[in-house]
T-cell receptor, first 114, second 115 residues
């Protein structure tokens, strides 16, 4: 158990809908990262938050947004869903601001858009 | 920009034989390097990291990796493979900067250990 909790584990929704994925980081970790894993794109970095503030953005679509709350949990919002958004979405957390500590990953949310 | 290459989609090895999973990277600056393993329907599990110091780093489950700066490589090794090592392995690089310290992953290598 990595200590990172993601809910829900599975989500099936229709095209055009909006979903929210939730992540609780390990106790004490200030950084939260969101990644998308798909068969054809591999693991793609989406966005990072550090202590409530957005720190870095990767290949995140404009239809996607995220935030980190004062209790450090984070939510990833996906809207106007398309079939191609079907993927495994991972959240990871780490403590260090400088990046010399490993990131711990949750078990992921498998999103299926039908 | 930073990037990671894992040149082999799959590595096959017999149980008891040594294994190597290759990784090369491209960064500007001093990299932090990581290996993760992913079992079916699971998240990524941390195996080991290189931050600084000794080029040979040891990690979980008997795995080790050697950082080679001149060849920009960080190959994962294990002296004797187990069937239970069969999984998807990811190499990742991180270069901390003011814009964030996200991990950039390679495409992954599937390791198949046959009895």
């Amino acid at each position: 158990d990595s200590g990172v909790t993601q809910t829900p584990k599975h989500l099936i929704t229709a095209t055009g809908q909006r979903v929210t994925l939730r992540c609780s980081p390990r106790s004490g970790d200030l950084s939260v990262y969101w990644y998308q894993q798909s068969l054809d794109q591999g693991l793609q970095f989406l966005i990072q938050y550090y202590n409530g503030e957005e720190r870095a953005k990767g290949n995140i679509l404009e239809r996607f947004s995220a935030q980190q709350f004062p209790d450090l949990h984070s939510e990833l919002n996906l809207s106007s869903l398309e079939l191609g958004d079907s993927a495994l979405y991972f959240c990871a957390s780490s403590y260090s601001r400088t990046g010399n500590t490993e990131a711990f990953f949750g078990q992921g949310t498998r999103l299926t858009v039908v | 920009a930073q990037s990671v290459a894992q040149p082999e989609d799959q590595v096959n090895v017999a149980e008891g034989n040594p294994l190597t999973v290759k990784c090369t990277y491209s960064v500007s600056g001093n990299p932090y390097l990581f290996w993760y393993v992913q079992y079916p329907n699971r998240g990524l599990q941390f195996l080991l990291k290189y931050i600084t110091g000794d080029n040979l780093v040891k990690g979980s489950y008997g795995f080790e990796a050697e950082f080679n700066k001149s060849q920009t490589s960080f190959h994962l090794k294990k002296p004797s493979a187990l069937v239970s090592d069969s999984a998807l392995y990811f190499c990742a690089v991180r270069v901390p900067n003011n814009a964030g310290n996200m991990l950039t992953f390679g495409g992954g290598t599937r390791l198949m250990v046959k009895p």
